[in-house]
């Protein structure tokens, strides 16, 4: 017989005449490779938000799901080198059904991550994702009231990070300041 996955479960074998009967079961599993019941896919997300890059197959026997990551930051492509996940079960875990889970991304999370279901009967299961982590806009200056003289010169800084593009303006009472003969409004990239 041309064992299938469909022909797994109980197996009975009995023995019947006319002083009695008898039967034995047996249990069939049928090993098979590992599939998707959630792919891993591309996720882009916030600094500071969680994230859950799914990984879950299903085969017999169970397989061992494992993550690497690539998440070296100048140059990094999906071909360089992958380390296993660091799992330090506080900010990056891995769930029951094999899911890796960031509860709070940092810049330097952002990268390659390889998902691999693994059980031995044939070749591994995997996919390579990219994990895209995005800054909004923040301003990093404190907010101070400055004390000037009247009639002198002032100058105010304003510094912001996030991802580009990055617009600063400066607003006084909720209207946008434009330079003129007494206002000089500038910006400057670092």
Request: positive net charge; aromatic residues 6%; charged residues 20%.
């Amino acid at each position: 017989m041309n064992m299938q996955e469909h022909h797994a479960g109980l197996y009975t074998c009995e023995a019947t005449n006319s002083f009695g009967s008898s039967n034995h079961s047996a249990v069939i599993r049928i090993k098979t490779r590992p599939r998707w019941i959630a792919e891993p896919q591309d996720r882009a997300v916030f600094v500071g938000s969680p994230v859950l890059l799914e990984c879950n197959a299903q085969s017999y026997p169970q397989p061992l799901i494992t993550w690497m990551a690539n998440t070296a930051q100048s140059g990094s492509s999906v071909h360089d080198k992958f380390i296993p996940v660091h799992m330090d079960g506080m900010r990056i875990s891995q769930s029951p059904n094999g899911s890796l889970v960031i509860y709070k991304v940092q810049r330097s999370d952002a990268g390659w991550y390889r998902c691999q279901a693994d059980n031995s009967v044939g070749e591994p299961l995997q996919k390579i994702v990219q994990l895209l982590v995005n800054a909004p806009a923040k301003v990093d200056t404190d907010s101070t009231t400055k004390n000037v003289h009247i009639g002198s010169t002032m100058m105010i800084t304003c510094e912001a990070s996030g991802d580009s593009p990055l617009t600063l303006e400066w607003l006084r009472h909720h209207s946008k300041l434009i330079s003129n003969k007494r206002l000089s409004v500038s910006s400057s990239r670092r």
